[in-house]
């Protein structure tokens, strides 16, 4: 029982407290990479919490034999004795629910947020090749319209997509970022990202991080993306074609993944500071806390089997 609130709780510290930090913590800006990985260690090491928290509700615990016979005898028994009372019965069911709940909606909602993204890139892609014309590169289209934009269209058939406003304001270094940018959403496969942190997301909803996750993790994208341009045509071209670039709005469709959204001027002030990435050994550091924490949910669930072994606090009478 105190291993399942301790569990409970660890999810709602990670959370709250844990998401707030790594949605404002100063070194993500010099390493997205790898605050984008401490972000899928925080989001599954919670979902692992609530999972594994309302399984030991459900299970009560039994004592470990050397006999494989007296093993089942004794969870038969612990089970037995848990759930006769009217109160208990009703904790460990709601442990058994929360457990299964939990583990079959993460499926579903993967399944549901692919169908959906996947049907609005499909008719989104089919528009294009309507309306769109052949770009200045293979794999991308312009599109004639009179606001400055370019996106990328994640899938197979996705494309780089950049409007003729666009190709007039920028210049050519400036339009070597732009397509260096979002060349970068394509070949990282970052709508997939995006996918999986929605439904992640959804699967934690009653959690704050459910909130900041998604716009985190897509700002993190786009900054990895900057660099891509960075280091294609420079900070300067980069910088300057961000400022040209318009930010297509709240309504942009999911499947998009624009040069010129999601905190702009936080990415502005990241590259006029210029490239700092993180020494070797505080990545190392992060990298490690960022293990510990997806591991520490197993390890604390872990305790009373470990428990168990040395003690028999389930006895065969």
């Given at each position: 029982?105190?291993?399942?609130?301790?569990?409970?709780?660890?999810?709602?510290?990670?959370?709250?407290?844990?998401?707030?930090?790594?949605?404002?913590?100063?070194?993500?800006?010099r390493a997205p990479r790898l605050a984008l990985w401490i972000w899928a260690f925080v989001l599954l090491s919670s979902l692992t919490s609530l999972v594994l928290a309302g399984l030991l509700l459900a299970a009560p615990d039994s004592g470990f034999t050397t006999s494989l016979a007296d093993l089942m005898h004794a969870c038969a028994a612990a089970?037995?004795?848990?759930?006769?009372?009217?109160?208990?019965?009703?904790?460990?069911?709601?442990?058994?629910?929360?457990?299964?709940?939990?583990?079959?909606?993460?499926?579903?909602?993967?399944?549901?947020?692919?169908?959906?993204?996947?049907?609005?890139?499909?008719?989104?892609?089919?528009?294009?090749?309507?309306?769109?014309?052949?770009?200045?590169?293979?794999?991308?289209?312009?599109?004639?319209?009179?606001?400055?934009?370019?996106?990328?269209?994640?899938?197979?058939?996705?494309?780089?997509?950049?409007?003729?406003?666009?190709?007039?304001?920028?210049?050519?270094?400036?339009?070597?970022?732009?397509?260096?940018?979002?060349?970068?959403?394509?070949?990282?496969?970052?709508?997939?990202?995006?996918?999986?942190?929605?439904?992640?997301?959804?699967?934690?909803?009653?959690?704050?991080?459910?909130?900041?996750?998604?716009?985190?993790?897509?700002?993190?994208?786009?900054?990895?993306?900057?660099?891509?341009?960075?280091?294609?045509?420079?900070?300067?071209?980069?910088?300057?074609?961000?400022?040209?670039?318009?930010?297509?709005?709240?309504?942009?469709?999911?499947?998009?993944?624009?040069?010129?959204?999601?905190?702009?001027?936080?990415?502005?002030?990241?590259?006029?500071?210029?490239?700092?990435?993180?020494?070797?050994?505080?990545?190392?550091?992060?990298?490690?806390?960022?293990?510990?924490?997806?591991?520490?949910?197993?390890?604390?669930?872990?305790?009373?089997?470990?428990?168990?072994?040395?003690?028999?606090?389930?006895?065969?009478?």
């Amino acid at each position: 029982m105190r291993t399942a609130v301790a569990l409970f709780g660890y999810a709602a510290v990670m959370g709250s407290l844990g998401a707030r930090w790594l949605s404002g913590a100063r070194w993500r800006l010099r390493a997205p990479r790898l605050a984008l990985w401490i972000w899928a260690f925080v989001l599954l090491s919670s979902l692992t919490s609530l999972v594994l928290a309302g399984l030991l509700l459900a299970a009560p615990d039994s004592g470990f034999t050397t006999s494989l016979a007296d093993l089942m005898h004794a969870c038969a028994a612990a089970m037995d004795q848990a759930y006769r009372a009217p109160g208990d019965a009703l904790l460990h069911a709601g442990g058994a629910v929360l457990a299964l709940g939990i583990t079959a909606w993460v499926p579903v909602q993967f399944a549901v947020s692919w169908w959906s993204v996947s049907r609005q890139r499909a008719r989104h892609a089919r528009d294009l090749r309507l309306i769109a014309r052949p770009g200045p590169l293979p794999g991308v289209v312009v599109l004639d319209h009179h606001v400055p934009a370019a996106y990328c269209l994640g899938g197979r058939r996705g494309a780089v997509v950049v409007t003729s406003a666009a190709l007039v304001v920028l210049d050519a270094a400036e339009l070597e970022a732009v397509l260096a940018h979002e060349a970068a959403h394509r070949t990282g496969r970052h709508h997939l990202v995006l996918t999986a942190t929605r439904a992640l997301s959804k699967c934690l909803a009653l959690l704050p991080m459910a909130r900041r996750a998604v716009s985190a993790v897509h700002e993190l994208l786009e900054m990895m993306a900057d660099d891509a341009a960075v280091a294609a045509a420079g900070s300067g071209a980069t910088r300057s074609a961000l400022l040209k670039i318009a930010d297509p709005g709240s309504g942009r469709p999911q499947v998009m993944l624009s040069a010129g959204d999601t905190a702009v001027l936080l990415r502005l002030h990241r590259l006029q500071d210029g490239p700092r990435p993180l020494r070797r050994m505080s990545s190392a550091a992060l990298m490690t806390a960022g293990l510990a924490v997806a591991a520490l949910p197993l390890l604390v669930a872990a305790a009373p089997a470990m428990t168990a072994v040395r003690w028999d606090y389930c006895p065969l009478s």
